[in-house]
C-alpha cells in the first residue's frame, strides 16, 4: 500500500544531500551516468518551479582517483588534496550536465565556523538567497582543502541540516545507497522492517540508528537522524531515501513516501 504526505507536494525549497556511494564507482571515478540522471531529474524539478539546494560529496573520492592516490584515503591531508582536485572535477561535470538542460549552476563551500560567526552566516544566508531567486541551482559541499579537524561538519548530512537553517528549507531529502531507516541492521537480521513515517525523534526511534558502541552506523544512519533532529528546531521535515535511480524525487515531492519520511512538526 502506497503512503501519502500530501502537503510535502506543496514545499518549494529543497536541499537534497547526494552522498559518494551514489555519486562514484566502486574505482572512486564520478558515476557520469548517475550523475546525469540526477542533473536531469533536479532540472526538471526546478522547470517545475522547484528550489533546489544540492549538497554534493563526491569531491575526496573523484580527486583520490583523478590524481591516482591510494584509497581509501588514511591521513587527513591526503583527503584535503583529494577534496581540492576532486571539487573541480565535480564541478566542471556539474556545469557540463546542468548547462545542457539550461540551469545555471553556483557553488557554496561551507565550513563550520561560518555557521558560528554571526556575520559570516548572515553572508552565507544572503548569498543563499541571492542565487535562489536568480533561479541558480546552488552545489554545496564543506570546503574540505581548508576544513581541520574543529572546522568539519563531522560530514555532509550534518552540512546539509546547516544548509536548511542557511537557506530556510522546507524539506530534507537525504539520498544515500540505503532504502531509509530500519528498525534493526538490515544487513544483519532478514526481518528488519523498513519504517516509513516517523511522527517524532523519541529515544526508541533514535536507537534504531544504533547507538553508542554499536557498529551500525549503517549507511551512516547515525549522522542522519542528528541532522533530523537538527531541524525539528525549525520542524522542517526530512526525507531518507536510495538514491540509485534519481527519479524517486519525482516520487517523494509528488507526495508519495518513497524510503523514511520524519515528519518533525
Ligand atoms: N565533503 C566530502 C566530499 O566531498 C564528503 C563528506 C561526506 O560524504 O559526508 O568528498
Given at each position: 500500500?502506497?503512503?501519502?504526505?500530501?502537503?510535502?507536494?506543496?514545499?518549494?525549497?529543497?536541499?537534497?544531500?547526494?552522498?559518494?556511494?551514489?555519486?562514484?564507482?566502486?574505482?572512486?571515478?564520478?558515476?557520469?551516468?548517475r550523475?546525469?540522471?540526477?542533473?536531469?531529474?533536479i532540472?526538471?524539478?526546478?522547470?517545475?518551479?522547484?528550489?533546489?539546494?544540492?549538497?554534493?560529496?563526491?569531491?575526496?573520492?573523484?580527486g583520490?582517483?583523478?590524481?591516482?592516490?591510494?584509497?581509501p584515503?588514511?591521513?587527513?591531508?591526503?583527503?584535503?588534496a583529494?577534496?581540492?582536485?576532486?571539487?573541480?572535477?565535480?564541478?566542471?561535470?556539474?556545469?557540463?550536465?546542468?548547462?545542457?538542460?539550461?540551469?545555471?549552476?553556483?557553488?557554496?563551500?561551507?565550513?563550520?565556523?561560518?555557521?558560528?560567526?554571526?556575520?559570516?552566516?548572515?553572508?552565507?544566508?544572503?548569498?543563499?538567497?541571492?542565487?535562489?531567486?536568480?533561479?541558480?541551482?546552488?552545489?554545496?559541499?564543506?570546503?574540505d582543502?581548508?576544513?581541520?579537524?574543529?572546522?568539519?561538519?563531522?560530514?555532509?548530512?550534518?552540512?546539509?541540516?546547516?544548509?536548511?537553517?542557511?537557506?530556510?528549507?522546507?524539506?530534507?531529502?537525504?539520498l544515500?545507497?540505503?532504502?531509509?531507516?530500519?528498525?534493526?541492521?538490515?544487513?544483519?537480521?532478514?526481518?528488519?522492517?523498513?519504517?516509513?513515517?516517523?511522527?517524532?525523534?523519541?529515544?526508541?526511534?533514535?536507537?534504531?540508528?544504533?547507538?553508542?558502541?554499536?557498529?551500525?552506523?549503517?549507511?551512516?544512519?547515525?549522522?542522519?537522524?542528528?541532522?533530523?533532529?537538527m531541524?525539528?528546531?525549525?520542524?522542517?521535515?526530512?526525507?531518507?531515501?536510495?538514491?540509485?535511480?534519481?527519479?524517486?524525487?519525482?516520487?517523494?515531492?509528488?507526495?508519495?513516501i518513497?524510503?523514511?519520511?520524519?515528519?518533525?512538526?
Open positions: 500500500m502506497e503512503i501519502y504526505a500530501e502537503n510535502i507536494k506543496e514545499y518549494k525549497r529543497i536541499v537534497i544531500k547526494i552522498g559518494s556511494a551514489i555519486l562514484t564507482h566502486q574505482t572512486g571515478k564520478l558515476n557520469l551516468k550523475i546525469e540522471n540526477l542533473v536531469r531529474t532540472s526538471d524539478l526546478s522547470n517545475m518551479g522547484k528550489e533546489i539546494i544540492l549538497v554534493s560529496s563526491g569531491a575526496v573520492s573523484a583520490a582517483a583523478k590524481l591516482g592516490m591510494k584509497i584515503l588514511v591521513k587527513i591531508e591526503d583527503k584535503k583529494a577534496a581540492a582536485a576532486g571539487q573541480a572535477e565535480l564541478m566542471a561535470i556539474y556545469d557540463r550536465f546542468f548547462s545542457s538542460f539550461g540551469i545555471k549552476i553556483a557553488q557554496m563551500l561551507l565550513t563550520r565556523d561560518v555557521i558560528d560567526n554571526e556575520i559570516r552566516r548572515r553572508n552565507a544566508e544572503e548569498t543563499f538567497s541571492v542565487l535562489i531567486k536568480l533561479n541558480c541551482a546552488v552545489i554545496v559541499n564543506e570546503n582543502p581548508v576544513s581541520s579537524d574543529e572546522l568539519k561538519f563531522s560530514g555532509n548530512d550534518i552540512l546539509a541540516a546547516y544548509v536548511c537553517k542557511l537557506c530556510g528549507a522546507d524539506l530534507l531529502v537525504n544515500s545507497d540505503v532504502d531509509g531507516l530500519y528498525d534493526k541492521n538490515p544487513a544483519k537480521y532478514k526481518t528488519a522492517k523498513l519504517i516509513r513515517k516517523v511522527e517524532k525523534l523519541t529515544p526508541e526511534v533514535l536507537a534504531y540508528a544504533g547507538g553508542a558502541g554499536s557498529a551500525r552506523g549503517t549507511g551512516g544512519m547515525v549522522t542522519k537522524l542528528q541532522a533530523a533532529r531541524i525539528s528546531e525549525d520542524r522542517t521535515p526530512m526525507i531518507i531515501a536510495n538514491g540509485k535511480d534519481p527519479d524517486i524525487l519525482y516520487d517523494i515531492l509528488d507526495g508519495k518513497a524510503g523514511t519520511y520524519i515528519v518533525n512538526s
